[in-house]
């Protein structure tokens, strides 16, 4: 299982790479992994808000359709239009080409809240 040490992530399986104010959010290998095969992202649009670990869309796969909630608060400054016609970017590459959303981060602080990957890796039981 791949847990970038870069990167914080949410017990929600969510994870966040924070460049400069800008969070960029997707969701894990293990969550991926979890879900299956990825049919649909719903994403909300640029200029939403988002507040942390509050629900900012949804992912459906052909096993589930769960919440994705966001690391962080802040504004939304860029959505990825390409998992729209491609989802399965999502299975393929989720640290990469499968990220969901960019943030403008309102409250630096929260990613105090949010953990490490060595913590992530014990909520997983590794």
């Known amino acids: 299982m791949n847990v970038p040490v870069n990167l914080k992530y949410t017990r929600e399986h969510e994870w966040v ?11 894990t290998d293990w969550a991926q992994g979890e879900l299956g095969d990825i049919v649909f992202v719903e994403l909300p649009e640029v200029g939403t808000r988002v507040v942390q670990m509050q629900s900012f869309g949804t992912i459906e796969a052909v096993k589930a359709v769960s919440d994705l909630f966001s690391p962080v608060s802040g504004e939304v400054v860029e959505v990825n239009g390409g998992l729209q016609d491609e989802p399965m970017l999502i299975n393929r590459d989720p640290y990469g080409e499968g990220w969901m959303i960019k943030v403008e981060v309102s409250n630096a602080e929260e990613l105090e809240q949010l953990l490490d990957a060595g913590e992530y890796k014990g909520i997983l039981g590794e």
């Open 17 to 27: 790479k924070v460049e400069g104010n800008v969070a960029t959010v997707g969701i």
